[in-house]
């Protein structure tokens, strides 16, 4: 069965201190794997689709690594506006879409 | 571009109700999904539509929710009747491809 682990489950980071969230995964055959912000009382916020390992990809100041295992979301200077929790989801190679996510990590960062 | 709404955000109802739900994906987006979230856990996919067809409905808990597409246009998952267990903050995507996700702010819902 596919499963997403992701550690820490929260973390607290002072604005300007750089850290990384981890997304432990197993799959039939990974397509994609999948990285969401979602804010309270909203939807989960695409940020990036990453294909193989080696591959690595930037969005202001995060950027996503994998590899065979597991995946990194990279925070470099965080700002209080990232505070929020980050999702990651795998999608297998084959017929169906769907994407089987982690619980997440509540980031909050403080000014 | 409007995104995907859903509504009603919220909705509470007694056990043994019925409730239906939902989805106006983002125009001309031919795949629609359906996922939820109990309380604890993590985000689950119900059941995923490419037009009014329905590609995959592996995720569906029982027979007592039923998804239907008009038209290939909104989406409707009614839940008949509800149980406590299916309280729960549901989900709603669309997309043109396999790569660009959006989701909706969901709808929040309780059985008391």
């Known amino acids: 069965e596919d499963q997403v682990t992701q550690s820490p489950e929260a973390l607290r980071l002072q604005e300007g201190e750089s850290s990384s969230l981890n997304c432990s995964y197993t799959?039939?055959?990974?397509?994609?794997l999948f990285w969401y912000r979602q804010d309270p009382g909203k939807g989960p916020e695409f940020l990036f689709t990453?294909?193989?390992a080696g591959e690595e990809k930037e969005k202001e100041r995060l950027k996503a690594t994998l590899t065979k295992k597991e995946s990194f979301l990279h925070i470099t200077a965080p700002k209080p506006e990232d505070s929020a929790t980050y999702l990651c989801?795998?999608?297998?190679?084959?017929?169906?879409?769907?994407?089987?996510f982690g619980k997440g990590t509540k980031l909050t960062v403080n000014p | 571009e409007a995104g995907v709404t859903q509504f009603p955000s919220h909705s509470v109802i007694e056990k043994g109700q019925t409730v239906t739900l939902r989805c106006d994906p983002i125009?001309?987006?031919?795949?629609l999904y359906w996922y939820r979230r109990v309380m604890g856990k993590e985000i689950k996919f119900l059941l995923h539509?490419?037009?009014?067809?329905?590609?995959?409905e592996s995720g569906m808990p029982n027979n007592r929710f039923l998804a239907e597409r008009t038209g290939g246009t909104y989406s409707t998952l009614k839940v008949q009747p509800a149980e406590l267990e299916d309280s729960g903050v549901y989900f709603c995507?669309?997309?043109?491809?396999?790569?660009?996700?959006?989701f909706g702010s969901g709808t929040r819902l309780t059985v008391v």
């Open positions: 125009s001309g987006h031919d795949n």
């Open positions: 989801a795998v999608q297998a190679a084959g017929g169906s879409e769907k994407l089987v």
């Open positions: 539509f490419v037009k009014e067809s329905k590609q995959d």
């Open positions: 995507a669309s997309s043109q491809n396999r790569d660009g996700y959006t």
């Open positions: 990453l294909y193989s």
């Open positions: 799959v039939s055959g990974l397509r994609g």
